[in-house]
């Protein structure tokens, strides 16, 4: 045995809490590993149509933007005027004791608006800041998904990590601290017993000389 344990009941019965305490905390683990891998591949199912929406996205808004390029020239004083998008804010959620972030694009009135004049403007133009828009989106969205399945990927790998500890290591150490307890003090009761027992042979063939 790699520790040195006495054979007293005191240390069977904290062996026996540890060992129960060590199967408890396996199995918990091996839930919360399990839950966390559902929750990733529904992700990974989520990001893989969001990539292929978003790819068709991104190719719609080009493709509009070289329309209003070709039609009205280099665009980029008119681009000048739409805004930087500050309107994401970042919360989070817990999910077995991960957290996962949660983006939210928000749409003020004035977002919503286009943000330039119509009077050297065109339709392409207006369909490019359209498609552009549900770029942004788009993007959000993916990037709330794939920093999830990140950070259920590093947990997924930390629990299975842990749930291995004890399955591998400290639940069999325990289980032979149990055995060699149990196993040395059965054969202190046969001593005890066999000794008792030669005590009363010999107190009766006193009694009977």
Do not use: W
Not at 31 to 42: G, P, T
Not at 169 to 184: A, C, G, Q, S, W
Request: hydrophobic letters at 40%.
């Amino acid at each position: 045995m790699a520790e040195q344990v006495f054979p007293t009941k005191g240390n069977l019965i904290n062996a026996k809490k540890t060992l129960g305490l060590c199967r408890l905390g396996y199995e918990l683990m091996d839930r919360k590993r399990n839950i966390l891998i559902r929750e990733m591949m529904s992700l990974i199912e989520k990001a893989k149509s969001l990539r292929g929406e978003i790819e068709g996205t991104y190719q719609t808004a080009y493709a509009a933007l070289q329309e209003a390029n070709i039609t009205l020239g280099v665009i980029d004083q008119i681009a000048d005027a739409v805004p930087i998008e500050n309107g994401i804010s970042l919360v989070s959620h817990s999910v077995m004791g991960v957290e996962l972030p949660q983006l939210t694009l928000e749409e003020s009135q004035d977002r919503s608006l286009i943000p330039y004049g119509f009077l050297n403007t065109n339709s392409q133009l207006d369909h490019a800041y359209v498609s552009f828009r549900q770029v942004v989106k788009t993007t959000t969205v993916l990037a709330e998904v794939e920093n999830s399945i990140y950070r259920l990927a590093t947990a997924i790998k930390k629990t299975q990590r842990r749930a291995n500890a004890l399955r591998n290591i400290l639940i069999p150490r325990y289980e032979e601290i149990v055995k060699f307890i149990t196993d040395n003090l059965e054969e202190k009761e046969r001593e005890e017993f066999a000794r008792m027992k030669v005590i009363k042979i010999q107190k009766r063939k006193v009694s009977e000389a």
